[in-house]
């Protein structure tokens, strides 16, 4: 899985480190808006949590999830999470139903500080990047990532990098970071 405020580059580190470690690539956050759009009624459900900059109850998220992963392509392949989990509790019900697969090999936890991360959202301009809804999106991180971190860490899944500078550089480090928790995989 990978972690970060939003606006660390979760997204865009995701994408390209599931395309290198040829897994299944998952976005919460992609999914919702997806459902938003089509107006299914997970989307009806998640409309106003996510226009407000709340986060989407933590029941939906996880079903969501084990829904989601439950695909031979993602059995076969693995899966590279992210966006979720972005509570404490949200891990545990996670971790719980799969403790002891082994599928979860590492939480990226991508370091960017807060007002560079508002800088790179307000210029991105997504609808849910308006100044409000973004600082009311970093408030409710800044709430629960310190409680999720800490259970991750606990679980010695968390992998710190830091999310500074350009694109490349900082794939160059998720990698590096990675790498004594891929090789116990194999
Ligand atoms: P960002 O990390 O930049 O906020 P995301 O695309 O990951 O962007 O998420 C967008 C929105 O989707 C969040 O603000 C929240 O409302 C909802 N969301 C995504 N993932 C979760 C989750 N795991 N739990 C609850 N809500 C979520």
Do not use: C, W
């Amino acid at each position: 899985m990978i972690l970060g405020r939003p606006g660390a580059g979760k997204g865009t580190q995701g994408v390209r480190l599931a395309r290198h470690l040829g897994l299944v690539h998952f976005s919460t956050g992609a999914i919702l808006r997806r459902a938003i759009g089509a107006d299914t009624d997970l989307g009806r459900l998640a409309r106003p949590f996510v226009e407000a900059g709340e986060l989407v109850p933590d029941e939906v998220m996880v079903d969501l999830v084990e829904h989601a992963l439950a695909t031979p392509e993602v059995v076969e392949s693995g899966y590279l999470l992210d966006g979720f989990p972005r509570t404490a509790e949200q891990a545990t019900a996670f971790l719980a139903r799969r403790a002891g697969t082994g599928s979860l090999d590492a939480a990226i936890d991508i370091d960017l500080p807060a007002d560079e991360a508002r800088r790179r959202l307000l210029g991105r301009g997504r609808n849910d990047d308006t100044p409000e809804v973004v600082d009311h999106r970093l408030a409710v991180d800044a709430e629960e990532s310190g409680p999720l971190r800490a259970l991750l860490q606990r679980d010695g899944l968390l992998v710190p990098v830091d999310g500074r500078g350009d694109e490349d550089d900082v794939f160059a480090r998720i990698l590096t970071a990675l790498d004594p928790h891929r090789s116990r995989r194999s």
